[in-house]
C-alpha cells in the first residue's frame, strides 16, 4: 500500500492535486529541463553515493528534441502550475523511441511515470510506429518492471564506450590511426548543397531501410545540421556511399563536455566490412582531435557483434551499459554482422 504522508501530490488536507499529462509547449522547455535534470541528479546520487555536477556532463535533451519532435514530447503537470515530470518520444520512421523519462522525486511512484510512457506509446500509434524502443538501468527491479507494465520486454545490453583521442598511439597497434587505404574518404553533410544534402538524405534512408524496414532517422540529421549540433559525416569510396554518422559536438547537443558522441553510425549492409567501421572510426577520431576534443564517445548494442568486437579492437572501452527493451515489430532484427551503433538514450 502506498504511504500517504509527506507525498508531494497531496494537499495539506490530503486531497490528491491534479496531475495532467499533456505536450511541451515552447515556454515549458526550460523547467523541463530543470525537471529532468534534477531527478537524475538525484537518480544518480542515490546510486553512486555523491551528487553529480551535472547529470549528463554536459548533454541536453529537451531544446532540440522538442524541436524535432514537438508532438512527441509529453510533461506532467501538477494543478496546471507545476511541471513535475517529463518524457520525450522520437520516431526514426517506424521505429519509436522512449527517453528520456523523469518524474521529481517527491511525485514518485504515483502512477506519473506510467501516464507519461502511455502518452508516448499514444504518440507512436499516431505515427504508426510499429516497433517501440528504450534503454534502462538493467540492475534496477523498478525500471524493469514499470516499463514491463507497458509491454516492453528486456533484451541485451548497450554499452557506450569510449576512448580518449591520444595522436602519439596508434588506434590499433602496429597500424597507423587512419589507413588511408581503398580509396575512402569521408566529407561532411553541412558543407553540401541543399538539392544534395535531400539526395544524401535518401541515400541514408537505403541504408536505415536495408538494417531494419521502415527505419529512418533523417529527421536526427536535419536537427544536427539545422542548429548546429555536430555534424553529419559521409563515407564514401568514389561515388558510393559506404556509411554515415551522426556526430554530436558540445554546447548544446547531446556530446558531453570534452567529447565528440556518435548518437547513430551506420555502414551500408553489402559493404560491411570490419575496415570500413575501423577507417570511419579512425576518421571520427581525427575530426574530434580538430575540434581539440579529448575523448570519442561511441555506442553499440551488443546484439550488433561485429560491430561491438570492432570498437574493442580499436581501443574503445565500456563506460557503462544500459538495457535494451522493446515491444512490437519487428522483434529482433538486428543482424549481428551489420555494422550499425546506435544510441536509444
Ligand atoms: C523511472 C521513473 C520515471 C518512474 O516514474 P514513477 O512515476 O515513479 O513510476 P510509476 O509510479 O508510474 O510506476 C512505478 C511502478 O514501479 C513499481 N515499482 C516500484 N519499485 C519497484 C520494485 N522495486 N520492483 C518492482 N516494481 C517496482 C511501482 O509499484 C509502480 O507500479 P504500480 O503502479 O503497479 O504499483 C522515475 O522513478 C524516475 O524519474 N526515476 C529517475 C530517472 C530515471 O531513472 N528515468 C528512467 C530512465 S530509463
Excluded at 513535475?84 to 527517453?99: D, K, N, R, S
Excluded at 575512402?184 to 524496414?213: M, P, Q, W, Y
Amino acid at each position: 500500500m502506498r504511504a500517504t504522508v509527506d507525498r508531494a501530490g497531496l494537499d495539506s488536507q490530503g486531497r490528491s492535486a491534479k496531475i495532467q499529462v499533456r505536450r511541451v509547449r515552447k515556454g515549458d522547455l526550460g523547467r523541463a529541463r530543470d525537471v529532468l535534470e534534477q531527478t537524475f541528479s538525484d537518480f544518480l546520487e542515490r546510486q553512486l553515493g555523491t551528487r553529480p555536477r551535472q547529470p549528463f556532463g554536459g548533454a541536453q535533451y529537451v531544446h532540440h528534441r522538442w524541436l524535432m519532435e514537438p508532438w512527441g514530447c509529453f510533461v506532467a503537470e501538477e494543478d496546471g502550475a507545476k511541471i513535475v515530470g517529463i518524457a520525450l518520444g522520437a520516431t526514426w520512421g517506424t521505429l519509436g523511441l522512449i527517453g528520456p523519462v523523469a518524474v521529481l522525486p517527491n511525485y514518485q511512484n504515483q502512477d506519473i511515470g506510467q501516464q507519461l510512457i502511455q502518452a508516448v506509446l499514444g504518440f507512436f500509434d499516431e505515427n504508426k510506429a510499429s516497433l517501440h524502443g528504450l534503454v534502462t538501468y538493467p540492475a534496477s527491479p523498478k525500471h524493469l518492471a514499470l516499463f514491463h507494465k507497458s509491454g516492453f520486454r528486456p533484451k541485451a545490453l548497450s554499452a557506450i564506450m569510449s576512448r580518449l583521442v591520444d595522436r602519439r598511439e596508434p588506434r590499433i597497434p602496429g597500424a597507423r590511426s587512419a589507413p588511408a587505404r581503398g580509396g575512402l574518404t569521408t566529407r561532411r553533410f553541412s558543407t553540401l548543397e541543399e538539392v544534395k544534402k535531400k539526395a544524401a538524405l535518401a541515400r541514408f534512408h537505403r541504408i536505415t531501410n536495408a538494417i531494419c524496414r521502415g527505419m529512418d532517422n533523417g529527421k536526427e540529421v536535419e536537427i544536427v545540421d539545422g542548429l548546429a549540433l555536430g555534424d553529419t559525416m559521409l563515407l564514401e569510396r568514389g561515388r558510393d556511399l559506404v556509411g554515415f554518422a551522426i556526430c554530436h559536438t558540445p554546447g548544446v547537443s547531446e556530446a558531453p563536455a570534452g567529447a565528440l558522441y556518435v548518437k547513430f553510425l551506420a555502414i551500408d549492409p553489402p559493404q560491411k566490412r570490419p575496415e570500413h567501421l575501423e577507417h570511419f572510426v579512425g576518421a571520427l577520431e581525427d575530426l574530434a582531435a580538430e575540434l581539440g576534443l579529448a575523448r570519442v564517445i561511441l555506442p553499440v548494442y551488443s546484439r550488433y557483434w561485429l560491430a561491438y568486437s570492432t570498437l574493442i579492437k580499436c581501443g574503445y572501452a565500456i563506460d557503462f551499459t544500459m538495457i535494451r527493451m522493446q515491444r512490437g515489430k519487428p522483434e529482433d532484427y538486428e543482424d549481428p554482422s551489420h555494422l550499425v551503433l546506435d544510441d536509444w538514450r
